[in-house]
């Protein structure tokens, strides 16, 4: 594996290599034993045309807890595209760096930048997907699961946005089932859902309306923002799309008790989630947010370390 552009960059063999990896880094921190410096010496070029929280902190951290350093550059610096071109501008940092990490608007960008780059590419966030997320979403499901998460359901009840994708493509490999409930127009493809059904024979992919039938056997029932940033000119359509997609204590009761709730944040409580649900105690949103950290060292240690 020499990129992570996309959860297809990688096999199920390497993604659960990765999140090994990420477990035993995690064991390692929990315990007060520090990391071995596998990254010393490197440093990971990350762009930002998106800001964000948890993935700056997170790998940030990840650089510096394996003993790499982290150079943060705001598309205003860089220009990527503009000021210079994508081609340029991964040749550059390929002769500096030891990585980029791209968080774009554009999936194609990071299309180009793994074309031109003579080193790993990661996917921070692109409008088509967000890969690490799917890392530290499944992580923490198999926190809660177990290892093999074959047969058990995950629920997607919002957009068929970069988010969906990436889990989905994510559960695809592992034979985990996957339904999306979303309004009329926000669904996903169905020549995509037929694809991540190809992954594994068995696995059932499954799109509906009606997010009542789609937690009713959830072990695990997701949501994200119904307005993405770049989306805020359709603000007012979405939300009158998505009324009654809302993540609540009436829906919740609709599944089994034993299902976890996730959210890959920022969460907008009180539209897509309520404060009961997110911070009640079927919730795993911050033990997910934290993953993550640990997600991306297993993912850095793995690209850039050699593991």
Known sequence: ???????????????????EVA???????????????????????????KPSLRTRV??????????????????????????????????????????????????????????????PVINMLSDLSHPCQALADMMSIMDE??????????????????????????CGKLGVNFILASPPDYSLEQEFADRVMSFVPGMNFTMTHDPVEAVRYADVIYTDTFVSMGQESQKSNRLSAFEGFQLNKQLLTMAPSHAIVLHCLPAYRGVEITDEVIDGSNSR?????????????????????GF
């Open 58 to 119: 997170s790998f940030e951290q990840a650089m510096y807890e394996l003993g790499g350093n982290a150079i943060v550059l705001s598309q205003a610096e860089v220009g990527v595209g503009q000021r210079e071109s994508v081609a340029d501008v991964a040749r550059v940092l390929s002769g500096m760096v030891h990585g980029i990490a791209a968080r774009v608007f554009d999936h194609e960008r990071l299309l180009a930048l793994s074309r031109h780059s003579e080193v």
């Open 1 to 19: 594996m020499k990129q992570f552009v996309s959860i297809n960059d990688a096999t199920t063999e390497d993604l659960l290599h990765i999140l």
């Open 23 to 49: 477990r035993r880094l995690r064991q390692q921190r929990e315990d007060g034993v520090g990391n071995e410096p596998v990254l010393g010496g490197q440093t990971l070029a990350m762009i930002f045309e």
């Open 145 to 170: 699961f177990g290892l093999d998460l074959s047969g058990r359901t995950i629920a997607f009840v919002g957009d068929g946005n970069n988010v969906a994708r990436s889990l989905a493509m994510f």
């Open 285 to 305: 949103v911050f033990p997910q947010s934290h993953n993550r950290l640990h997600a991306q060292k297993g993912l850095l240690a793995v690209l850039m370390g």
